[in-house]
């Protein structure tokens, strides 16, 4: 009898666990490791679109984050005063399953890692790799943890800063010179669907958490990737708000200097030629970080989690199945990180009146066709 193939999964967030889960109801021997000593996420929350939540409903897994989230199947446009302009009917709800369900990042978190445990899973919070050597059986591995071990494949779900992309391949992430400012507010009876507002060179944003949750973003450019005092945050937001009416106006008129506001760099990474290399497979964030202009980063996470469980439950050389991954991602995370980043550039390019007013055309005349054409791609196999 063959013994179970051995994966070590490098990083506890959405893509490492889910991972875990995808790979551990393969029947294979899994352990996750994150240098974080529990699980404690950071950020407000996140929207799972149709594409991830099909991926999630193959680990049993659809149900348990439908209920914990909030569903919902349009995109609503509105300008800086919160004038209506146009909405798009997602075209990601098919199967049986919503177009969009919102939740609370430690909501998620939590059932991922109860999932990962139903399944066997090996989780070791406050450890990490500390060194990896390609092997003849596979790849040793010394742990921070002060143990050593030899598995089949490394699985290199850590983050945009990731240490192992960065030791195998030299790459860095680019910031795209924008960032975004999020912070959870109670949720306001208007907001029952993700809907975005087009200022001057911004963009602010609201997204359902829950019945009681939701958030605001805004993407602002940041050139120069500024570090900011997390203790300017809350000023620094309200500036970037002002011009601001109606319904972003007056939530952000009832900001307080005590709100959780979470501000990020919005970066790009993608690998070209391979994500492989010496018995580690840099996936996620890791791999391909972009834009969130389309809610889709951690559902390409979740998504490859997903197929790599397929895949490598099947018989035959690691390497092997490994190729046939890499075939089946490389070109549709490459095609959702382009459209994020074009939608990035072409909302933050409204810097006169003119652009803003040709941005304000698209967004009512060409928005629908362009956006489902992306849903179209998205609905098929991954």
Same mark, same amino acid.
Not at 136 to 142: C, D, E, F, S
Not at 258 to 273: N, Q, R, S
């Given at each position: 009898?063959?013994?179970?193939?051995?994966?070590?999964?490098?990083?506890? *967030? @959405?893509? $490492?666990?889910? +991972?875990?889960? =995808?790979?551990? /109801?393969? %029947?294979?021997?899994?352990?996750?490791?994150?240098?974080?000593?529990?699980?404690?996420?950071?950020?407000?929350?996140?929207?799972?679109?149709?594409?991830?939540?099909?991926?999630?409903?193959?680990?049993?897994?659809?149900?348990?984050?439908?209920?914990?989230?909030?569903?919902?199947?349009?995109?609503?446009?509105?300008?800086?005063?919160?004038?209506?302009?146009?909405?798009?009917?997602?075209?990601? *709800? @098919?199967? $049986?399953?919503? +177009?969009?369900? =919102?939740?609370? /990042?430690? %909501?998620?978190?939590?059932?991922?890692?109860?999932?990962?445990?139903?399944?066997?899973?090996?989780?070791?919070?406050?450890?990490?790799?500390?060194?990896?050597?390609?092997?003849?059986?596979?790849?040793?591995?010394?742990?921070?943890?002060?143990?050593?071990?030899?598995?089949?494949?490394?699985?290199?779900?850590?983050?945009?800063?990731?240490?192992?992309?960065?030791?195998?391949?030299?790459?860095?992430?680019?910031?795209?010179?924008?960032?975004?400012?999020?912070?959870?507010?109670?949720?306001?009876?208007?907001?029952?669907?993700?809907?975005?507002?087009?200022?001057?060179?911004?963009?602010?944003?609201?997204?359902?958490?829950?019945?009681?949750?939701?958030?605001?973003?805004?993407?602002?450019?940041?050139?120069?990737?500024?570090?900011?005092?997390?203790?300017?945050?809350?000023?620094?937001?309200?500036?970037?708000?002002?011009?601001?009416?109606?319904?972003?106006?007056?939530?952000?008129?009832?900001?307080?200097?005590?709100?959780?506001?979470?501000?990020?760099?919005?970066?790009?990474?993608?690998?070209?030629?391979?994500?492989?290399?010496?018995?580690?497979?840099?996936?996620?964030?890791?791999?391909?970080?972009?834009?969130?202009?389309?809610?889709?980063?951690?559902?390409?996470?979740?998504?490859?989690?997903?197929?790599?469980?397929?895949?490598?439950?099947?018989?035959?050389?690691?390497?092997?199945?490994?190729?046939?991954?890499?075939?089946?991602?490389?070109?549709?995370?490459?095609?959702?990180?382009?459209?994020?980043?074009?939608?990035?550039?072409?909302?933050?390019?409204?810097?006169?009146?003119?652009?803003?007013?040709?941005?304000?055309?698209?967004?009512?005349?060409?928005?629908?066709?362009?956006?489902?054409?992306?849903?179209?791609?998205?609905?098929?196999?991954?």
């Amino acid at each position: 009898m063959a013994s179970k193939r051995r994966i070590l999964v490098i990083g506890g *967030g @959405i893509g $490492g666990l889910t +991972a875990g889960v =995808a790979l551990g /109801r393969k %029947d294979i021997d899994v352990t996750v490791v994150e240098i974080k000593p529990d699980n404690t996420v950071a950020g407000v929350g996140i929207n799972i679109p149709g594409n991830a939540l099909r991926a999630l409903r193959r680990l049993d897994l659809l149900d348990d984050t439908v209920n914990h989230g909030y569903t919902f199947d349009r995109v609503d446009f509105h300008d800086s005063a919160s004038v209506h302009l146009a909405t798009v009917a997602s075209k990601l *709800g @098919i199967d $049986g399953v919503p +177009a969009n369900c =919102a939740i609370q /990042r430690r %909501d998620l978190a939590q059932l991922l890692e109860k999932a990962c445990v139903d399944s066997g899973v090996d989780i070791r919070y406050g450890t990490t790799v500390e060194t990896v050597t390609p092997a003849a059986t596979g790849v040793h591995v010394r742990l921070t943890d002060g143990t050593s071990d030899t598995f089949d494949l490394v699985v290199a779900f850590d983050g945009i800063r990731s240490a192992q992309r960065k030791r195998i391949f030299g790459v860095e992430p680019v910031h795209t010179g924008y960032s975004v400012w999020r912070v959870a507010l109670p949720r306001h009876t208007a907001v029952t669907s993700n809907m975005y507002f087009q200022g001057m060179g911004t963009k602010a944003g609201l997204f359902p958490l829950n019945e009681k949750t939701m958030y605001l973003l805004h993407v602002t450019p940041e050139p120069g990737n500024p570090r900011h005092d997390p203790e300017q945050f809350y000023e620094l937001l309200q500036t970037r708000l002002d011009g601001y009416t109606g319904l972003v106006g007056d939530l952000a008129a009832g900001l307080v200097p005590t709100d959780d506001i979470v501000y990020a760099p919005i970066e790009e990474v993608f690998l070209g030629g391979t994500w492989y290399r010496d018995g580690v497979l840099v996936l996620g964030d890791a791999a391909h970080a972009m834009a969130p202009h389309r809610t889709q980063g951690a559902a390409m996470a979740i998504e490859d989690a997903v197929a790599l469980g397929e895949i490598l439950s099947r018989p035959g050389a690691v390497a092997e199945l490994v190729d046939e991954f890499q075939e089946r991602r490389f070109g549709r995370c490459k095609m959702i990180q382009d459209a994020s980043k074009n939608i990035l550039l072409s909302e933050m390019n409204t810097t006169d009146q003119d652009s803003l007013d040709r941005q304000i055309e698209f967004l009512k005349n060409d928005l629908v066709r362009v956006a489902h054409q992306v849903d179209d791609e998205l609905n098929t196999a991954f």
